[in-house]
Structures are given as C-alpha cells and as structure tokens.
C-alpha cells in the first residue's frame, strides 16, 4: 500500500511519525476527505479549495497548488488501484522543538495522504438513524477543517455510548452541525440547514446538497434553527463525503416524524446519487 509523503509516492510502511511534529503536539495542522467513486475524485476542486481556505486562515503554507496537489491523489488512487472509498490527507506546521509559537523562521510543513477503501453498506442511508442532542462545546472557528477535533471527539463518543450513530450539537439552543457531519431539516416542505458561519464547517455535502435542492424546485433556506424546530420537524438527514446524505430517524430516543426516512429526504439521496453518476460516471 502507498502513501503520499511531502507530495511523493511512497510506500506506507516507510514513514513514521515525528513525536516533535506539530501535529502530534498540538493538533496544529488541517485535513480534508476527499471521496472516490469509481476510481474518480469526486468535488476535488471545492476540496481543495476548502483545504486552502483553512490552511490561509491558520498561516500555514502549502508549497504546492491545488492543482498539483491533485495530481498527487490522481497518482495514489492509480497507485492503489481505489475504485470506491477516500482519500484522507493533512498538512501539519512540521516538526520542531515544543514551543506553542510558530517555528521562525518557518519551517516545511508535514503534508501525508493515504487511501481507504469503502465498501458500499446502504443500510444506514435506507434504515436511518438515531442521534442524541448534545451542547455545542467547540471553539468560535469551526469553519476551520483543524486537525484539533476534540470537541467533535467526545461528542461521537457521547453518541456511541447511547448506541447512537450522530451527536447534534446546539449552541443555546441554536442546532449547528454533527459531530462529523451537517444537519439540516425539512418543515412543510422546506428544507433549513445552518448558515455557513465560523460556528460550522461548510461541508462539500451541504454544498452540493444545496446546488440540488436549487436546481430541482426544492425550497431551502440557510437559516439558524433551534432545538425545538429540529425536535418538531417533518424530516431530518446528515450530510457528508463519508456518509453522503443519511435519514435521522430518531433524536434522544423520540422519533423524528413516523420514525422512517422521508420523503424529502430520499429524492435528495437520489439526486446525491445521480450527481454522483453524472460527475464521476457509475
Ligand atoms: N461538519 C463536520 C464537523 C465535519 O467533520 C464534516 C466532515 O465530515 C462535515 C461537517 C461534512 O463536511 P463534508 O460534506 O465536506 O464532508
């Protein structure tokens, strides 16, 4: 199995983690997935431009472009013969002494990648489901793909621990997003998802959800919603390149609607899957 290393192809078991890294040390670094449909990057651009994006806004320099960057998955996926499943990747700000502020002169950033199988399981995207509620702890910029996901972290476990597959979390009764996923809602009809703010990660799901909905006569609004919306709403589905769009059946053991997938919710996994088919072929 090969992995990317600083932009070159190597093998997975020739790399090691630095303990200096400043990855490992602080979380001080970002990542993306990027999913693969048969043997094609999907939403790559919006990706890596997202990748950017986060790496800009914490002052970490990419010595490549997007474009190159690309070329370095293209090349993996090759290697590795991916037919269906991800790409993780991250960039650290490199390994150097401890020393919370950044190293200067600035030193070469750590940037690895490696490819993951996913074997198409539909049973969660056609049974549903269950969620607990869960407050909002995370920090102000949650726009930031940061390798620092411990907020995120103890809300899975929260979810895991009551046998549930997402946390939801709120800020003052305000819904932001899943522990590793969007959250959006449908009420008579109209489909209302948080505001792309520092207080969520704008998901390429969300995003592609959205260019769906716009482009099929779906009303939808980017609009703030409270916990009592999300309780009361006709349907409620995640979004993510892993999970792509999935039914939340249940919130804290209290169904959502009749406690099935909706409507709503199962044409925008269809036109998910047809956009999908168009982009990378099926
Ligand atoms: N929100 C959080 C906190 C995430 O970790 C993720 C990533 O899986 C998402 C939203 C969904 O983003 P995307 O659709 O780009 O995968």
Known sequence: ???????????????????EDRGYQFGDGIYEVIRVYNGQLFT???????????????????????????????QLIQENQLENGMIYMQFTRGVSPRNHAFPAPAIDSVYVAYTK??????????????????EDIRWLRCDIKSLNL????????????????????????????GSSSNVSI?????????????????????????????????????????TEELLQADEVFLSSTTAEILP????????VGNG??????????????DEVAKQCGS
């Open 44 to 74: 790559s651009k919006e990706h890596l431009n997202r990748l950017m994006a986060s790496a800009k806004s914490i002052s970490l320099a990419i010595p490549f472009t997007a474009g190159e960057i690309e070329g370095h998955l293209q």
């Open 150 to 177: 411990l907020g995120n972290i103890l809300a899975k476990q929260k979810a895991a621990d009551a046998g549930c597959f997402e946390a939801l979390q709120h800020r003052d009764g305000i819904v932001t997003e």
């Open 260 to 273: 099935t997938p909706g409507p709503f919710t199962r044409k925008l996994q269809k036109l998910f899957q």
């Open 248 to 255: 939340v059946i249940e919130i804290d053991g209290k169904a």
């Open 1 to 19: 199995e090969k992995v990317i290393l600083n932009g070159k192809i190597t093998l997975k078991t020739d790399i090691k983690v630095d303990f």
């Open 186 to 226: 449908v009420i008579n009809g109209k489909v209302k998802t948080h505001p792309a703010t520092n207080l969520i990660l704008n998901g390429i799901s969300r995003q592609v959800m959205l260019g769906l909905c716009k482009d099929n006569g779906i009303p939808f609004s980017e609009q703030t919603y409270t």
């Open 117 to 134: 199988p996913i074997l198409h399981s539909s049973e969660n995207a056609t049974a549903g489901v269950k969620t607990i509620l869960t």
